[in-house]
């Protein structure tokens, strides 16, 4: 390998689950939720129990959001255009357990009413467009990516050791929502999936690639385009909705990996969605080469965000050395004029790397062009309908352009979202 | 404005190829044929050499300051792929002329390397042979073409070159080669033509940019090619292949636009 064609991504972690570190804090997220305007039911200062609502959807009143936990509101901010920035909830120290009920829900009626009201709507992913369902739609299948997407990512079949009844409540569960089939996507080995009804199939791919990808199961199984839609939902959130079904608790906790170049000891901990990532790492990251600053990711190294909570629907914290600062005073002169950063992405030169990143039937440069140029027409004519940012990670960090092609994505698709 | 750029954490992860390393990557390729033509054409060779890069480097920063951007070498690998083509006769000034058109109309008025429509070292050799009469450019000989080889090996392994527009290019030679002369004829065609095929007719900027394209553009180029060759026998001329491959880059945007509809009508009976 040459220089400079090599990345560090630190050890794989240990798969075996620990106990995280104790959270104070949690908190709701706007960056999950793009294009969310809350109607907040709570306010400042108040005590929430786990599995109470928190706010509600101003376009879909059905749509409700639930406190995780126990706790005090301890703040909410508002961003842009009304949209959340984040609601934070400080933990109570007692936190005790409601007696478990099962709950009777038999139709499909009542199954989208109580995943409606008990705030597990959200865990659904709309495709195309990557956006959580209007209460009311009908999806042509379900998937529930049951793979890692990367090999740092926790996996499945540690995660649901010994969980496999709740998981399967689950699965039955998200039968009642569709018509069509429930694709169980694994990787090789026992069918999660068997016995559990003729609607709900086992789907298997070979690690590697993008083959752990949402996206790729559904251009695989169930291609979608303009007038076909089906959803996504991630296993960690089909348990949860396993374990409301049978015992009645809002369980918002989640197996994430800890790793990552600067992870002390790379591993798999148990910890809740949206838990506050400073109090989750405390002793947890090494100190960088030269002195470099940590940067804190929520998600993936290749798509995650740099982020103080961890996200609604990421599986993995990744500790990577930050980029260290260029905060030159301006220069002056014939040489600055040279020097001067790019505010453009680079030119895109057709390589082969960019037909190997991209695992659909989508001629890619012609793709990449559309979305440079924010043409949706084009874009959605070559398939953008099925792509979210997360499957475009890798054609950006091939690609010589240095453009983030899953925020143009995300531009075009919202163009479109809106049109339709 | 939205700011389009990658975070500046996911840019530390990028390991591929980036535009300053493309660049270094063909002159790494190119260093080697460019320096078996020196050897082989004496010092006259060198002016010329010097002269191309003069011309294609005052150009690069001239429109690099004026447009603010940061300083890069790209028109360096115009100026070495031209050198290579012209013969050592030809006066400096109309050298410079070439290169300049070549440099400026090929590549920095579309914004540099990788917005233009054409490779801009085949628009200056094509100038050079259409504005001054009786100039040709030089043929390329066995040397240059073995020196051509770890170049292309480099760029095939790197995917800067498709190896789709490289074997379809040359099967349609080939072909045409063992029609005229049988077997002596192929060893003719490779050596005359390795060079341009490599460093003008596959330049990954200037071609097709969809695999089922790329066979098709190679298909053409080539074809081409054998109908611009004015040589008796085998052995192509150099200035067939700088033509064809002006001519096949500029209906590349074409075979494109067809392999995209074709297509767009598979993904639809598949998609609905």
Redesign the interface.
């Known amino acids: 390998m040459l220089p400079?064609?090599?990345?560090e991504h630190g050890r794989l972690p240990d798969q075996a689950v620990h106990d995280g570190a104790p959270v104070e804090r949690v908190a709701l997220v706007g960056a999950d939720l793009p294009g969310l305007r809350p109607r907040l039911l709570c306010e400042q200062g108040d005590r929430v129990r786990q599995g109470q609502v928190l706010f509600h959807d101003r376009a879909h009143p059905e749509i409700v959001f639930v406190s995780p936990v126990s706790g005090v509101v301890k703040s909410i901010t508002l961003g842009p255009r009304r949209s959340l920035s984040a609601l934070v909830i400080r933990l109570e120290a007692d936190q005790q357990e409601p007696d478990p009920v099962s709950m009777a829900v038999s139709t499909a009626v009542e199954m989208r009413a109580a995943l409606l009201a008990n705030g597990f709507w959200p865990a659904f992913l709309t495709r195309p467009f990557g956006r959580i369902p209007a209460p009311d739609a009908v999806p042509d299948a379900i998937f529930v990516t049951v793979t890692a997407d990367n090999p740092h990512a926790p996996d499945p079949r540690v995660v649901l050791k010994e969980q496999e009844d709740v998981f399967a409540a689950g699965l039955r569960a998200l039968a009642l929502l569709t018509n069509g089939v429930v694709h169980v996507c694994q990787t090789q080995g026992a069918d999660i999936a068997a016995g559990c009804g003729d609607r709900i199939r086992g789907a298997f791919f070979a690690p590697g690639g993008a083959s752990g990808l949402a996206g790729t199961h559904i251009h695989n199984l169930h291609?979608?385009?303009?007038?076909?839609s089906v959803w996504s939902i991630g296993y960690q959130d089909v348990l949860s909705i396993g374990k409301l079904i049978e015992t009645g608790v809002h369980d918002f906790s989640r197996v994430v990996a800890l790793a990552g170049p600067r992870a002390r000891q790379p591993r798999l901990i148990r910890t809740i969605a949206g838990a506050s990532l400073q109090d989750l790492i405390r002793g947890e990251a090494v100190p960088g080469n030269h002195g470099a600053p940590l940067?804190v990711?929520s998600g993936p190294?290749?798509?995650g965000?740099?982020a103080s909570w961890l996200g609604r629907y990421h599986q993995q914290i990744t500790l990577?050395?930050?980029?260290p600062k260029h905060g030159k005073a301006s220069e002056q002169g014939?040489m600055a004029?040279?020097?001067?950063a790019?505010?453009q992405?680079?030119?895109?030169?057709?390589?082969?790397?960019l037909?190997r990143a991209l695992a659909f039937?989508?001629?890619v440069?012609?793709f990449l062009r559309a979305l440079?140029v924010g043409d949706a027409e084009t874009a959605s004519?070559?398939?953008c309908?099925?792509l979210v940012e997360e499957d475009l990670a890798a054609v950006?960090?091939?690609?010589?352009s240095?453009?983030?092609y899953g925020?143009?994505l995300r531009?075009v698709l919202d163009e479109l979202a809106e049109d339709s | 404005m939205t700011n389009w750029l990658l975070d500046s954490h996911l840019k530390r992860q990028r390991t591929g190829w980036t535009p300053a390393r493309v660049t270094l990557a063909q002159l790494v390729a190119l260093a080697a044929p460019a320096g078996v033509s020196l050897a082989e054409r004496g010092t006259a060779q060198i002016a010329v050499l010097m002269t191309a890069l003069a011309t294609c480097l005052v150009w690069e920063l001239a429109f690099d300051l004026v447009r603010g951007r940061s300083l890069s070498l790209h028109t360096a690998t115009v100026a070495l792929i031209f050198a290579v083509l012209v013969p050592p006769a030809v006066p400096l000034w109309q050298i410079a002329m070439a290169a300049s058109f070549g440099v400026v109309f090929g590549e920095l008025v579309f914004g540099g390397r990788g917005y233009g429509i054409v490779s801009g070292a085949a628009a200056a050799a094509g100038f050079l042979v259409f504005s001054f009469s009786g100039t040709g450019l030089s043929a390329s000989s066995e040397a240059v073409a073995l020196a051509t080889l770890p170049g292309a090996v480099l760029l095939l392994l790197g995917g800067l070159v498709s190896w789709r527009v490289l074997v379809s290019v040359v099967v349609v030679l080939v072909a045409s080669g063992l029609a005229q002369e049988g077997m002596s004829g192929v060893l003719a065609v490779l050596t005359t033509s390795a060079f341009g095929l490599v460093f003008l007719v596959a330049d990954p900027v200037a071609g097709a940019s969809t695999q089922l394209g790329r066979w098709v553009f190679g298909i053409l180029a080539g074809l081409l090619i054998v109908l611009f060759d004015t040589l008796a026998g085998s052995a192509i001329a150099p200035a067939a292949i700088v033509f064809a491959s002006l001519l096949a880059s500029i209906f590349a945007p074409l075979i494109d636009y067809a392999v995209v509809e074709l297509t767009v009508r598979r993904r639809r009976a598949r998609h609905g």
């Open positions: 400079g064609f090599r990345i291609p979608v385009g303009p007038g076909r940067c990711l190294a290749m798509n965000r740099p990577v050395d930050d980029a014939l004029r040279f020097r001067r790019s505010v992405p680079a030119p895109l030169i057709p390589t082969a790397a037909e039937d989508i001629p440069v012609p440079s004519r070559l398939g309908l099925e950006s960090l091939a690609c010589t240095g453009a983030d925020r143009m531009h």
